[in-house]
Protein backbone atom coordinates (compact mmCIF):
# COMPACT_ATOMS: atom_id res chain seq x y z
CA UNK A 1 0.00 0.00 0.00
CA UNK A 2 1.19 3.42 -0.83
CA UNK A 3 1.71 5.19 2.46
CA UNK A 4 -1.14 7.70 2.05
CA UNK A 5 -3.13 5.79 0.32
CA UNK A 6 -5.45 6.43 -3.18
CA UNK A 7 -6.25 2.69 -4.52
CA UNK A 8 -9.34 0.72 -4.41
CA UNK A 9 -8.90 -2.13 -2.30
CA UNK A 10 -6.85 -2.35 0.47
CA UNK A 11 -5.46 -5.48 1.60
CA UNK A 12 -4.82 -5.95 5.68
CA UNK A 13 -3.23 -8.88 7.88
CA UNK A 14 -5.50 -9.57 10.83
CA UNK A 15 -3.13 -10.91 13.72
CA UNK A 16 -5.64 -12.19 16.35
CA UNK A 17 -9.41 -13.85 15.27
CA UNK A 18 -11.15 -13.32 18.93
CA UNK A 19 -13.41 -11.34 20.58
CA UNK A 20 -12.17 -8.54 18.85
CA UNK A 21 -10.98 -10.06 15.20
CA UNK A 22 -14.05 -11.61 14.36
CA UNK A 23 -15.73 -8.69 14.81
CA UNK A 24 -13.61 -6.51 12.37
CA UNK A 25 -13.94 -9.33 10.24
CA UNK A 26 -18.33 -9.36 10.41
CA UNK A 27 -18.10 -5.52 9.97
CA UNK A 28 -15.94 -5.94 7.45
CA UNK A 29 -17.90 -8.28 5.21
CA UNK A 30 -21.69 -7.60 6.25
CA UNK A 31 -21.00 -3.67 5.94
CA UNK A 32 -18.54 -3.73 2.68
CA UNK A 33 -20.93 -1.98 0.52
CA UNK A 34 -21.55 0.90 2.88
CA UNK A 35 -18.45 1.12 3.53
CA UNK A 36 -17.33 1.80 0.41
CA UNK A 37 -19.80 4.14 -0.46
CA UNK A 38 -18.90 6.07 2.58
CA UNK A 39 -14.68 5.93 1.42
CA UNK A 40 -14.28 4.41 -2.15
CA UNK A 41 -12.56 1.92 -0.55
CA UNK A 42 -12.93 -2.30 -0.10
CA UNK A 43 -10.76 -3.97 2.70
CA UNK A 44 -9.61 -7.10 2.12
CA UNK A 45 -8.71 -9.49 5.15
CA UNK A 46 -5.61 -11.12 3.47
CA UNK A 47 -4.65 -13.32 6.65
CA UNK A 48 -5.63 -14.08 9.62
CA UNK A 49 -3.23 -15.35 12.77
CA UNK A 50 -4.47 -17.25 15.37
CA UNK A 51 -2.18 -20.06 17.78
CA UNK A 52 -4.25 -22.95 17.13
CA UNK A 53 -6.71 -22.61 13.28
CA UNK A 54 -7.72 -25.80 14.10
CA UNK A 55 -10.39 -23.72 15.61
CA UNK A 56 -11.06 -21.80 12.61
CA UNK A 57 -11.09 -24.36 10.40
CA UNK A 58 -14.88 -24.84 9.44
CA UNK A 59 -16.34 -21.49 10.72
CA UNK A 60 -17.85 -19.16 7.76
CA UNK A 61 -15.86 -16.90 7.32
CA UNK A 62 -14.07 -18.83 5.06
CA UNK A 63 -10.97 -16.88 5.83
CA UNK A 64 -8.09 -19.63 6.57
CA UNK A 65 -6.42 -19.20 9.77
CA UNK A 66 -2.29 -19.27 9.99
CA UNK A 67 0.29 -18.94 12.82
CA UNK A 68 2.87 -17.54 10.51
CA UNK A 69 2.84 -13.64 11.54
CA UNK A 70 5.88 -13.25 9.30
CA UNK A 71 4.67 -14.20 6.52
CA UNK A 72 1.01 -12.49 7.02
CA UNK A 73 2.75 -9.25 7.82
CA UNK A 74 5.36 -9.73 4.67
CA UNK A 75 2.85 -10.37 1.94
CA UNK A 76 3.36 -7.67 -0.76
CA UNK A 77 -0.54 -6.77 -1.25
CA UNK A 78 -0.87 -6.35 2.87
CA UNK A 79 -0.78 -2.60 3.87
CA UNK A 80 -1.80 -2.24 7.30
CA UNK A 81 -1.48 -4.66 9.89
CA UNK A 82 -4.32 -5.47 12.42
CA UNK A 83 -2.95 -6.30 15.94
CA UNK A 84 -6.03 -7.97 18.15
CA UNK A 85 -4.00 -10.30 19.92
CA UNK A 86 -3.63 -8.74 23.22
CA UNK A 87 0.09 -9.97 25.63
CA UNK A 88 3.08 -7.54 25.53
CA UNK A 89 6.27 -9.93 23.62
CA UNK A 90 4.39 -11.14 20.91
CA UNK A 91 2.68 -7.94 20.20
CA UNK A 92 5.64 -6.10 20.26
CA UNK A 93 7.66 -7.99 18.34
CA UNK A 94 5.34 -8.65 15.24
CA UNK A 95 3.89 -4.38 15.37
CA UNK A 96 7.92 -3.71 15.49
CA UNK A 97 8.66 -6.22 12.07
CA UNK A 98 5.33 -5.07 10.38
CA UNK A 99 6.72 -1.32 11.15
CA UNK A 100 10.04 -1.48 10.03
CA UNK A 101 8.62 -3.42 6.86
CA UNK A 102 6.59 -0.14 6.12
CA UNK A 103 3.26 -1.51 7.44
CA UNK A 104 1.05 0.72 9.04
CA UNK A 105 -0.34 -0.80 12.17
CA UNK A 106 -3.82 -0.53 13.93
CA UNK A 107 -4.07 -1.97 17.31
CA UNK A 108 -6.55 -2.39 20.01
CA UNK A 109 -3.79 -3.05 22.74
CA UNK A 110 -3.55 -0.84 25.68
CA UNK A 111 -1.32 -2.54 27.84
CA UNK A 112 1.10 -2.43 24.88
CA UNK A 113 0.89 0.82 24.12
CA UNK A 114 1.57 1.74 28.05
CA UNK A 115 4.64 0.03 28.24
CA UNK A 116 5.93 0.33 24.96
CA UNK A 117 4.14 3.11 23.20
CA UNK A 118 6.79 5.74 22.71
CA UNK A 119 9.46 3.12 21.72
CA UNK A 120 6.68 1.70 19.05
CA UNK A 121 5.83 5.32 17.86
CA UNK A 122 9.40 6.32 17.36
CA UNK A 123 10.11 3.17 15.20
CA UNK A 124 6.94 3.77 12.98
CA UNK A 125 7.92 8.27 12.84
CA UNK A 126 11.54 6.18 11.28
CA UNK A 127 10.20 4.07 9.04
CA UNK A 128 7.49 6.77 7.48
CA UNK A 129 3.96 4.46 8.75
CA UNK A 130 1.68 5.23 11.52
CA UNK A 131 0.48 3.61 14.36
CA UNK A 132 -3.67 3.90 14.81
CA UNK A 133 -5.05 2.55 18.50
CA UNK A 134 -8.41 4.19 18.88
CA UNK A 135 -9.84 0.66 20.08
CA UNK A 136 -7.17 0.91 22.83
CA UNK A 137 -9.03 3.53 25.11
CA UNK A 138 -12.94 3.62 25.89
CA UNK A 139 -13.74 0.28 23.37
CA UNK A 140 -16.08 2.32 20.75
CA UNK A 141 -15.78 5.77 22.04
CA UNK A 142 -14.26 7.80 19.61
CA UNK A 143 -12.03 9.67 22.36
CA UNK A 144 -8.36 9.28 20.46
CA UNK A 145 -9.77 10.77 17.40
CA UNK A 146 -11.48 13.39 19.69
CA UNK A 147 -8.37 14.45 21.56
CA UNK A 148 -5.95 14.62 18.29
CA UNK A 149 -8.44 16.14 16.00
CA UNK A 150 -11.73 17.39 17.60
CA UNK A 151 -10.33 19.01 20.26
CA UNK A 152 -7.01 20.01 18.77
CA UNK A 153 -7.51 24.05 19.10
CA UNK A 154 -8.03 23.37 23.23
CA UNK A 155 -5.79 23.12 26.27
CA UNK A 156 -7.19 20.56 27.93
CA UNK A 157 -7.32 21.00 31.28
CA UNK A 158 -8.56 18.01 32.77
CA UNK A 159 -9.86 14.31 31.88
CA UNK A 160 -11.85 12.24 34.00
CA UNK A 161 -13.46 8.72 33.09
CA UNK A 162 -14.77 5.59 33.87
CA UNK A 163 -12.45 3.44 31.66
CA UNK A 164 -13.02 0.16 32.86
CA UNK A 165 -16.15 -1.84 32.04
CA UNK A 166 -15.37 -5.07 34.32
CA UNK A 167 -15.48 -2.63 37.35
CA UNK A 168 -18.38 -0.09 36.69
CA UNK A 169 -20.13 -3.54 35.97
CA UNK A 170 -19.25 -4.98 39.34
CA UNK A 171 -19.97 -1.26 41.11
CA UNK A 172 -23.29 -1.09 39.64
CA UNK A 173 -24.08 -4.93 41.02
CA UNK A 174 -22.54 -3.78 44.34
CA UNK A 175 -24.71 -0.39 44.18
CA UNK A 176 -28.07 -1.75 43.03
CA UNK A 177 -28.43 -5.38 44.39
CA UNK A 178 -26.41 -4.98 47.83
CA UNK A 179 -24.28 -7.78 46.70
CA UNK A 180 -20.79 -7.63 48.29
CA UNK A 181 -17.96 -7.62 46.65
CA UNK A 182 -16.98 -11.19 45.93
CA UNK A 183 -20.43 -11.70 44.89
CA UNK A 184 -20.36 -8.92 42.01
CA UNK A 185 -17.34 -10.20 40.61
CA UNK A 186 -18.13 -13.94 40.69
CA UNK A 187 -21.44 -12.63 38.63
CA UNK A 188 -18.97 -10.61 36.26
CA UNK A 189 -16.56 -13.69 35.61
CA UNK A 190 -20.59 -15.87 35.09
CA UNK A 191 -21.54 -13.67 32.27
CA UNK A 192 -17.94 -13.14 30.58
CA UNK A 193 -17.52 -9.35 31.85
CA UNK A 194 -14.56 -10.42 33.68
CA UNK A 195 -11.44 -12.38 33.44
CA UNK A 196 -10.70 -15.80 35.48
CA UNK A 197 -7.86 -13.58 36.95
CA UNK A 198 -9.10 -10.00 37.30
CA UNK A 199 -6.30 -8.52 38.99
CA UNK A 200 -5.84 -6.07 36.11
CA UNK A 201 -8.99 -4.82 36.10
CA UNK A 202 -10.23 -4.98 39.57
CA UNK A 203 -6.45 -3.32 40.22
CA UNK A 204 -6.99 -0.26 38.66
CA UNK A 205 -4.19 -1.39 36.47
CA UNK A 206 -6.05 -1.62 33.20
CA UNK A 207 -7.84 2.04 33.47
CA UNK A 208 -4.40 3.37 34.92
CA UNK A 209 -2.72 2.07 31.52
CA UNK A 210 -5.86 3.44 29.81
CA UNK A 211 -5.46 6.84 31.39
CA UNK A 212 -1.58 7.25 30.90
CA UNK A 213 -2.82 7.01 27.09
CA UNK A 214 -5.44 9.45 27.25
CA UNK A 215 -3.28 11.79 29.49
CA UNK A 216 -0.37 11.90 26.80
CA UNK A 217 -2.63 13.12 24.24
CA UNK A 218 -5.06 15.26 26.20
CA UNK A 219 -1.70 17.27 27.97
CA UNK A 220 1.07 16.44 25.21
CA UNK A 221 3.18 15.35 28.09
CA UNK A 222 4.65 11.91 27.95
CA UNK A 223 2.44 9.80 31.05
CA UNK A 224 3.41 6.78 31.79
CA UNK A 225 1.21 4.06 34.21
CA UNK A 226 3.76 4.58 37.02
CA UNK A 227 2.65 8.25 37.06
CA UNK A 228 -0.45 7.05 38.01
CA UNK A 229 -2.01 6.73 42.08
CA UNK A 230 -3.66 3.56 41.95
CA UNK A 231 -6.00 2.32 44.31
CA UNK A 232 -8.37 -0.62 42.83
CA UNK A 233 -11.83 -1.45 44.01
CA UNK A 234 -10.97 -4.63 45.29
CA UNK A 235 -11.44 -3.96 48.82
CA UNK A 236 -14.48 -1.91 48.47
CA UNK A 237 -17.25 -2.89 51.26
CA UNK A 238 -20.94 -3.55 50.10
CA UNK A 239 -22.10 -1.56 53.38
CA UNK A 240 -19.96 2.03 52.01
CA UNK A 241 -21.59 1.52 48.94
CA UNK A 242 -25.26 1.39 51.20
CA UNK A 243 -23.51 4.80 53.63
CA UNK A 244 -23.06 6.73 50.36
CA UNK A 245 -25.76 5.70 48.85
CA UNK A 246 -27.75 7.63 51.95
CA UNK A 247 -25.56 10.59 51.67
CA UNK A 248 -26.37 11.02 47.77
CA UNK A 249 -23.88 9.83 46.18
CA UNK A 250 -22.25 6.21 44.15
CA UNK A 251 -18.71 4.95 43.85
CA UNK A 252 -17.37 4.69 40.63
CA UNK A 253 -13.75 3.62 39.79
CA UNK A 254 -12.51 7.05 37.62
CA UNK A 255 -9.19 7.66 35.95
CA UNK A 256 -8.51 11.36 36.66
CA UNK A 257 -5.66 13.91 34.78
CA UNK A 258 -5.41 17.84 36.23
CA UNK A 259 -3.59 20.50 35.66
CA UNK A 260 -2.27 21.78 39.00
CA UNK A 261 -0.17 24.68 38.52
CA UNK A 262 1.83 23.31 36.21
CA UNK A 263 1.72 19.86 37.28
CA UNK A 264 -0.09 16.90 36.59
CA UNK A 265 -2.04 15.11 39.49
CA UNK A 266 -2.64 11.63 37.32
CA UNK A 267 -4.83 9.32 39.67
CA UNK A 268 -7.24 6.04 39.58
CA UNK A 269 -9.39 5.37 42.74
CA UNK A 270 -12.93 4.16 43.46
CA UNK A 271 -14.79 7.93 43.81
CA UNK A 272 -17.92 8.87 45.14
CA UNK A 273 -19.99 10.61 42.69
CA UNK A 274 -22.83 12.90 43.31
CA UNK A 275 -26.12 11.47 42.06
CA UNK A 276 -26.68 14.87 39.99
CA UNK A 277 -23.36 14.33 38.30
CA UNK A 278 -23.92 12.65 34.70
CA UNK A 279 -21.07 10.05 35.82
CA UNK A 280 -23.28 9.12 38.14
CA UNK A 281 -25.56 7.15 35.39
CA UNK A 282 -22.87 5.58 33.71
CA UNK A 283 -23.98 2.03 35.08
CA UNK A 284 -23.06 -1.51 33.78
CA UNK A 285 -20.45 -2.06 31.31
CA UNK A 286 -20.83 1.63 29.88
CA UNK A 287 -17.77 3.88 29.79
CA UNK A 288 -17.44 7.82 29.90
CA UNK A 289 -15.04 10.08 29.80
CA UNK A 290 -15.03 14.01 30.46
CA UNK A 291 -13.00 16.61 28.55
CA UNK A 292 -12.19 19.70 30.03
CA UNK A 293 -10.95 22.17 27.58
CA UNK A 294 -10.24 25.63 27.43
CA UNK A 295 -12.28 26.78 24.38
CA UNK A 296 -14.88 23.82 24.52
CA UNK A 297 -15.52 23.87 28.44
CA UNK A 298 -16.96 20.89 29.37
CA UNK A 299 -17.64 17.69 26.82
CA UNK A 300 -19.30 14.39 27.90
CA UNK A 301 -18.32 11.18 25.73
CA UNK A 302 -20.62 8.02 26.43
CA UNK A 303 -21.01 4.50 25.19
CA UNK A 304 -19.64 1.30 24.87
CA UNK A 305 -16.45 0.78 26.34
CA UNK A 306 -15.97 -2.64 25.41
CA UNK A 307 -17.42 -5.49 23.28
CA UNK A 308 -17.06 -7.25 20.23
CA UNK A 309 -18.71 -4.94 18.27
CA UNK A 310 -18.23 -1.62 19.65
CA UNK A 311 -14.69 -2.74 19.96
CA UNK A 312 -14.35 -3.56 16.01
CA UNK A 313 -16.33 -0.47 15.32
CA UNK A 314 -13.33 1.88 16.73
CA UNK A 315 -10.72 -1.10 15.19
CA UNK A 316 -12.12 -0.63 11.39
CA UNK A 317 -12.40 3.07 11.80
CA UNK A 318 -8.51 3.33 12.46
CA UNK A 319 -8.06 0.72 8.98
CA UNK A 320 -10.32 3.30 6.93
CA UNK A 321 -8.56 6.31 8.82
CA UNK A 322 -5.13 4.80 7.75
CA UNK A 323 -6.04 3.24 4.44
CA UNK A 324 -7.70 7.11 3.47
CA UNK A 325 -4.92 8.73 4.56
CA UNK A 326 -5.61 10.78 7.37
CA UNK A 327 -4.37 8.80 10.02
CA UNK A 328 -1.17 8.87 8.89
CA UNK A 329 -1.50 12.40 8.01
CA UNK A 330 -1.86 13.36 11.65
CA UNK A 331 0.30 11.01 12.76
CA UNK A 332 3.25 12.57 11.04
CA UNK A 333 2.19 16.01 11.57
CA UNK A 334 1.12 15.90 15.59
CA UNK A 335 3.59 15.10 17.68
CA UNK A 336 2.03 13.07 20.32
CA UNK A 337 3.23 9.68 21.70
CA UNK A 338 7.14 9.92 20.72
CA UNK A 339 10.23 10.36 22.36
CA UNK A 340 10.17 14.29 21.61
CA UNK A 341 7.38 15.00 24.50
CA UNK A 342 8.31 16.10 27.62
CA UNK A 343 8.22 13.69 30.10
CA UNK A 344 4.98 14.40 32.76
CA UNK A 345 5.54 16.48 35.79
CA UNK A 346 3.66 14.16 38.08
CA UNK A 347 2.33 16.16 41.30
CA UNK A 348 3.63 13.28 44.44
CA UNK A 349 0.56 11.61 45.64
CA UNK A 350 0.57 13.09 49.04
CA UNK A 351 0.08 16.52 47.73
CA UNK A 352 -2.76 16.03 45.19
CA UNK A 353 -5.95 17.21 46.77
CA UNK A 354 -9.54 16.20 47.36
CA UNK A 355 -12.79 16.11 49.81
CA UNK A 356 -12.79 12.84 51.08
CA UNK A 357 -15.35 10.39 53.27
CA UNK A 358 -14.47 8.72 55.61
CA UNK A 359 -16.07 5.44 58.20
CA UNK A 360 -14.77 4.64 60.78
CA UNK A 361 -15.64 1.68 63.03
CA UNK A 362 -15.54 2.24 66.40
CA UNK A 363 -16.91 1.19 70.09
CA UNK A 364 -19.93 3.31 71.23
CA UNK A 365 -18.64 5.55 73.90
CA UNK A 366 -18.75 9.28 74.11
CA UNK A 367 -16.09 11.25 73.20
CA UNK A 368 -15.33 9.18 69.53
CA UNK A 369 -16.59 11.89 67.50
CA UNK A 370 -14.82 14.48 69.40
CA UNK A 371 -11.01 13.19 68.77
CA UNK A 372 -11.47 12.19 65.14
CA UNK A 373 -12.85 15.93 65.04
CA UNK A 374 -9.74 16.74 66.75
CA UNK A 375 -7.54 14.76 64.69
CA UNK A 376 -8.82 16.09 61.19
CA UNK A 377 -8.51 19.68 62.83
CA UNK A 378 -4.56 19.19 63.83
CA UNK A 379 -4.03 18.64 60.15
CA UNK A 380 -5.97 21.13 58.93
CA UNK A 381 -8.94 19.06 57.85
CA UNK A 382 -12.39 20.44 57.96
CA UNK A 383 -15.41 18.28 58.32
CA UNK A 384 -18.08 19.04 55.85
CA UNK A 385 -20.87 16.70 57.56
CA UNK A 386 -21.26 13.60 60.15
CA UNK A 387 -23.37 11.20 59.61
CA UNK A 388 -23.73 8.00 62.35
CA UNK A 389 -26.08 5.83 61.42
CA UNK A 390 -29.10 4.94 64.52
CA UNK A 391 -28.06 1.33 65.70
CA UNK A 392 -29.37 -1.37 67.40
CA UNK A 393 -28.88 -0.99 71.80
CA UNK A 394 -26.00 -3.41 72.58
CA UNK A 395 -24.36 -3.61 69.04
CA UNK A 396 -20.43 -3.63 70.06
CA UNK A 397 -19.30 -1.81 66.79
CA UNK A 398 -20.37 1.73 65.80
CA UNK A 399 -19.99 3.17 62.06
CA UNK A 400 -18.88 7.14 62.20
CA UNK A 401 -18.97 8.55 58.69
CA UNK A 402 -17.38 11.72 58.08
CA UNK A 403 -17.34 13.94 55.14
CA UNK A 404 -14.22 16.49 54.39
CA UNK A 405 -13.96 19.72 52.61
CA UNK A 406 -10.43 19.22 50.18
CA UNK A 407 -7.65 18.57 51.85
CA UNK A 408 -4.19 16.88 50.66
CA UNK A 409 -3.77 13.15 50.65
CA UNK A 410 -0.30 14.05 52.84
CA UNK A 411 -2.56 15.86 55.36
CA UNK A 412 -5.30 13.28 55.45
CA UNK A 413 -2.99 10.37 55.74
CA UNK A 414 -1.49 11.75 58.85
CA UNK A 415 -4.91 12.31 60.84
CA UNK A 416 -5.78 8.90 59.21
CA UNK A 417 -2.63 7.49 61.50
CA UNK A 418 -4.00 9.41 64.71
CA UNK A 419 -7.53 8.33 64.14
CA UNK A 420 -6.84 4.73 63.58
CA UNK A 421 -4.36 4.97 67.02
CA UNK A 422 -7.70 6.13 69.11
CA UNK A 423 -8.52 3.04 71.59
CA UNK A 424 -12.05 3.24 70.40
CA UNK A 425 -11.62 2.90 66.88
CA UNK A 426 -12.30 -0.95 66.24
CA UNK A 427 -10.28 -1.32 61.98
CA UNK A 428 -8.48 0.68 60.15
CA UNK A 429 -10.50 3.47 58.69
CA UNK A 430 -12.24 3.40 55.50
CA UNK A 431 -11.50 6.35 53.56
CA UNK A 432 -12.35 7.56 49.84
CA UNK A 433 -12.09 10.75 47.70
CA UNK A 434 -15.38 12.60 46.63
CA UNK A 435 -15.32 13.76 42.59
CA UNK A 436 -14.88 17.83 42.61
CA UNK A 437 -15.67 19.15 39.22
CA UNK A 438 -13.14 21.70 38.04
CA UNK A 439 -14.32 24.91 36.82
CA UNK A 440 -15.73 24.58 33.05
CA UNK A 441 -13.23 27.20 31.93
CA UNK A 442 -10.94 27.36 34.51
N1 LIG B 1 -12.56 -7.83 24.01
C1 LIG B 1 -12.79 -6.54 24.17
O1 LIG B 1 -13.92 -6.11 24.45
C2 LIG B 1 -11.68 -5.55 24.00
C3 LIG B 1 -11.94 -4.18 24.16
C4 LIG B 1 -10.91 -3.24 23.95
C5 LIG B 1 -9.65 -3.70 23.65
N2 LIG B 1 -9.42 -5.05 23.54
C6 LIG B 1 -8.05 -5.47 23.23
O2 LIG B 1 -8.08 -6.19 21.99
C7 LIG B 1 -7.08 -7.19 22.00
C8 LIG B 1 -7.72 -8.53 21.66
O3 LIG B 1 -8.70 -8.84 22.62
P1 LIG B 1 -9.73 -10.05 22.40
O4 LIG B 1 -10.76 -9.90 23.47
O5 LIG B 1 -10.18 -10.11 20.99
O6 LIG B 1 -8.80 -11.30 22.73
P2 LIG B 1 -9.10 -12.85 22.44
O7 LIG B 1 -10.55 -13.08 22.23
O8 LIG B 1 -8.41 -13.62 23.49
O9 LIG B 1 -8.38 -13.13 21.04
C9 LIG B 1 -7.00 -13.12 20.88
C10 LIG B 1 -6.66 -13.67 19.52
O10 LIG B 1 -5.25 -13.54 19.30
C11 LIG B 1 -4.67 -14.82 19.04
N3 LIG B 1 -3.37 -14.83 19.67
C12 LIG B 1 -3.05 -14.53 20.95
N4 LIG B 1 -1.73 -14.63 21.16
C13 LIG B 1 -1.19 -14.99 19.98
C14 LIG B 1 0.11 -15.28 19.53
N5 LIG B 1 1.16 -15.20 20.37
N6 LIG B 1 0.31 -15.62 18.24
C15 LIG B 1 -0.74 -15.70 17.40
N7 LIG B 1 -2.02 -15.45 17.75
C16 LIG B 1 -2.24 -15.10 19.02
C17 LIG B 1 -5.64 -15.83 19.64
O11 LIG B 1 -5.46 -17.07 18.99
P3 LIG B 1 -6.41 -18.33 19.32
O12 LIG B 1 -7.76 -17.97 18.74
O13 LIG B 1 -5.79 -19.48 18.61
O14 LIG B 1 -6.43 -18.44 20.79
C18 LIG B 1 -6.98 -15.17 19.34
O15 LIG B 1 -7.38 -15.41 18.02
C19 LIG B 1 -6.42 -7.12 23.38
O16 LIG B 1 -5.27 -6.31 23.33
C20 LIG B 1 -7.48 -6.45 24.23
O17 LIG B 1 -6.94 -5.75 25.35
C21 LIG B 1 -10.39 -5.97 23.70
Redesign the pocket.
Known amino acids: MEKTVGEQTVGIAL?????????VIDILAQQRDLLRSRTGLTIEVRSR?????S??EDDETGIK?T?N?ADAIGDPKTGIVV?????ID??RH?ISAALAAGKHVV??????LAAHGAELFELAKKHGVSIAFE??CG?GIPIIDALTRGLVANRIDALIGIIN?TCNFILTQMAQNGWTYADALKEAQRIGFAEADPTMDVSGRDSAQKLAILATLAFNQQVSETDIALTGIDTLKAEDLQFVDDLGYVIKLLGIGERVEGQLALRVHPTLVHKGDLMSDVSGGFNAISVYGHAIGHQFFYGR????T??ASAVVADILGVAMGTIPHAFERLNVFHGRLKKARALPADQMESRFYLRATTQDTPGVLAGMTQALARHGISIAAVHQPEIAAGTKHVPIVVTTHKASEGAMQKALAEIDAMKSVQAPTVFLRILERPAEFG
Open positions: LGTGVVGRGVCRDPKYATIEVMGGAPATANKALASGGGAGQPT
